[in-house]
């Protein structure tokens, strides 16, 4: 039961924060897809510097600290630099990138929890059922935040700036 509360957590809080902090969900989406890469590309370089300043010995947590840091951090100065964003009619159509986000969060940090965790985890029905939605979360997630992002973020040029660019 704890666990599926872990999880549960791992998948509400991050939606639940982007709606009410109202944070554009699709740059958090995308900031979590940016942590993904860092952390499939970058974490053994990272981990190898923070090694060498570590008075731990033990680096398999080192590792799992780096990774987790570096998928979460993206994600946290997202949040952090556009809360506010979303307004108006905005919000409604930003439910669905904060659920996606909320799904791939969860996704994307149980593989960096320690083994004892992933494997009680990975036993609930709940994970998966999540672990079978992970396609449709990601591509889905991609393509609405895709879509949000070209239709919120189009400039609107008035008529002075037709008239400057237009050809008599």
């Known amino acids: 039961m704890t666990y599926l509360i872990v999880l549960a957590v791992l998948a509400l809080l991050p939606a639940l924060a982007i ?50 840091g570096l998928l979460v951090v993206p994600f946290l100065l997202t949040v952090l630099f556009t809360r506010g964003s979303v307004s108006g009619s905005k919000k409604i159509t930003n439910v669905l990138p904060a659920v996606a986000s909320g799904l791939l969060f969860a996704l994307l940090v149980v593989p960096l929890l320690p083994a004892s965790v992933q494997r009680h985890i990975h036993h609930l029905a709940a994970w998966h059922q999540l672990s079978n939605l992970q396609t449709a979360v990601i591509l889905g997630g991609a393509l609405f935040s895709l879509v949000f992002l070209l239709f919120t973020h189009r400039k609107k040029h008035s008529d002075e700036d037709g008239k400057k660019h237009s050809k008599h």
């Open 19 to 68: 709606l009410l902090l109202r944070v554009n969900g699709a740059i958090a989406f995308m900031s979590l897809c940016l942590g993904s890469v860092l952390v499939a590309y970058t974490s053994s370089d990272v981990d190898g510097v923070f090694a060498g300043f570590s008075a731990s010995k033990n680096t398999l947590t080192t590792n799992e600290w780096v990774q987790l």
